[in-house]
């Protein structure tokens, strides 16, 4: 039996009739830019992460580089972000004129090392990007606690965990901004591109306001050179019916991963990851000798939404074995993500510490397989996968 990586049409479909009805109501209404259902949906994201203000941006990308802008990050800043991330994080920062400055990231949450931070700060560092990666938060006391320590600003990366918690704080809501995506594969997934920044902040929720919409305001008056950073009516529109279900769609992915963790470990050559060894490569790697196979862990003080479930796949070659094992049943799997920012081409020019000392992002890129999570999957989908793996390590 085939089992998609990601089955968009199961989430979307039974909403079929709702979301029509969204439709024709956003065509009659004739407005199709910012207006109530813009107004409403970020009201709703706001109650919903636990946020101050939200607004909506084009994409994640963008919000990421409103953020930015709104920190007034430009040419002669450096930002510190993980190299093991999706490139729009990078991307981002270099676009606003800035340099990435790539540390590395923790084995076991595959959140930001901030040991690898500090030992890349210089006085030009301006901010800090840690990234929530396959919907658990990175370790946001010691972030904020660096932050803090050295001036810098925050801009959470929070694309991959929307609805995600840090020892009971939102994600997004930590930082002096959070930045979200609805990209169809992320947690709330849209029907095309969308994203969305957050902060606590009265001031800079002004400045993204106006950043959005070309630094405009009142109308016609520049003060500052923004663009168009604007989220479709209709997007917002119909994101609000999926938002009223995303406790639901949560709640599946965390019993299917719950049922992989239970199921998986086991097999031979299972091995959890163990909160013990956060940000501790030598300690994990200890425990994880001889491991064929590394299960996920969700920190106890985490609300974990698992956008991904990511395994380990030690040893020269497992990763990629792992791989074509679960195509050739027809199980969809994908790297996330195969080659670090460190070693990205468009970055080989950034100054030697941008790109130096990333090891355990190295090690991940040649590690990692994601395989099929999303809140639709039906019992027997989940037994597939769970004996294809097991095939594999028998
Ligand atoms: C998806 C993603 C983004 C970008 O979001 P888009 O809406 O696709 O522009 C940024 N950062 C991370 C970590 C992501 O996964």
Known sequence: ??????????????????????????????????????????????????????ISISSGTDALIVALMALDIGP?????????????????????????????????????????????????????VPVHLYGQSADMDSVMAFAKEHGLKVVEDVAQSFGATYKGRGCGTIGELGCFSFFPSKNLGGFGDGGLVTTEDDALAEKVLRLRNHGMHPRYYHSMVGGN????????????????????????????????????????????????????????????????????????????????????????????????????????????YPVPMHRQECFAKLPAHSLSDCPVSDLLASEVLSIPVFAELRQEQLDEVAGALASFLS
């Open 1 to 54: 039996m085939p089992v998609p990586l990601l089955d968009v049409n199961a989430q979307n479909l039974p909403l079929e009739a709702e979301l029509k009805a969204v439709f024709d109501s956003v065509l009659r209404s004739g407005r199709f830019i910012l207006g109530e259902e813009v107004e409403a949906f970020e009201r709703e994201c706001a109650a919903a992460l636990g946020a101050k203000h939200a």
């Open 76 to 128: 002669g800043d450096e930002v510190l972000c993980p190299s093991f991330t999706f490139f729009a994080t990078a991307g981002s920062i270099a676009r606003t004129g800035a340099t990435p400055v790539f540390c590395d990231v923790c084995p076991v949450c595959f959140g930001l090392d901030i040991d690898s931070a500090k030992a890349k700060l210089t006085p030009r560092t301006k901010a800090i």
């Open 229 to 336: 950073f604007r989220m479709d009516a209709l997007q917002c529109a119909l994101l609000r019916v999926k938002l009223r279900h995303i406790k639901d769609y949560e709640a599946g992915r965390s019993r299917n991963a719950n049922y992989y963790l239970s199921r998986i470990s086991e097999l031979p050559g299972v091995v959890q990851a163990s909160e013990a060894d956060c940000c501790c490569p030598a300690g994990q790697a200890a425990r994880l000798a001889g491991a064929r196979l590394v299960l996920p862990v969700a920190y106890r003080h985490n609300g974990h939404v698992w956008n991904q479930f990511t395994l380990r796949v030690p040893g020269e070659g497992r990763r990629d074995a792992l791989k074509a094992h679960l195509t050739a049943l027809g199980i969809g799997c994908e790297i996330y």
